[in-house]
């Protein structure tokens, strides 16, 4: 299973934030972004979007309907963990 430890993230000076994005074995994927503009970020928070198997934002997934925010490390991992379940 991979877990934030496995995130490699880029900084994006352009939009003021580093993103990681990353793609699972069974299609699905997960963003996750922190920035001065992102929920928590200023925080020192995570915010992550689930990634269909088309690469794009999904809001049909069980795990949630949105974009989450204010989330750990702890936290992305977990969600991570749920998104390879799919």
Do not use: C, W
Request: glycine residues 12%; charged residues 25%.
């Amino acid at each position: 299973m991979k877990t934030f430890d496995d995130l490699e993230f880029k900084q994006d000076n352009e939009r003021g934030l580093s993103a990681a994005k990353v793609v699972f074995e069974n299609g699905y994927g997960a963003s996750v972004v922190i920035g001065e503009h992102t929920y928590g970020g200023r925080d020192g928070l995570y915010e992550l979007a689930v990634l269909g198997k088309n690469g794009r934002l999904t809001y049909d997934t069980p795990i949630t309907d949105d974009v989450m925010g204010y989330l750990t490390q702890q936290e992305v991992t977990d969600l991570m963990k749920l998104i390879q379940k799919l």
